[in-house]
């Protein structure tokens, strides 16, 4: 599980990234655009007791896939207990550069 150094955001970002880990990412020969990917990530990042607003999901999911990349998304069993090793070193990225790049939203 990925851990975030400060403590305020990143307990929304933690559970956003705990969230991505329990994706089930359909694994089929059908492709996703990098849109259904976020959507379908977005989403996930919205949903459960620390889910994130629908800005910071949005963000958070521009970053999970920039630092990962929509190739390597494709078919990914992301239903796992950890990211598969291909991919952590992005979703640590991700998550690290949601922390400063995804703005609370306000009202």
Do not use: H, W, Y
């Not at 607003?53 to 999911?61: G, H, I, L, N, T």
């Not at 190739?71 to 069993?77: A, P, R, S, T, W």
Request: glycine share 10%.
């Amino acid at each position: 599980m990925l851990l975030l150094m400060r403590p305020s955001l990143p307990l929304g970002v933690a559970a956003a990234a705990s969230a991505l880990l329990a994706l089930g990412a359909c694994s089929s020969n059908n492709e996703k655009s990098a849109v259904d990917i976020k959507k379908e990530l977005s989403t996930t990042f919205q949903a459960g007791g620390q889910g994130l607003s629908k800005d910071r999901a949005d963000c958070f999911a521009d970053l999970v896939i920039e630092e990962v990349g929509v190739d390597k998304l494709q078919g990914v069993d992301l239903s796992a207990e950890a990211p598969p090793k291909e991919i952590e070193g992005g979703v640590a990225a991700a998550s690290a550069r949601a922390v400063t790049e995804c703005e609370p939203s306000s009202g």
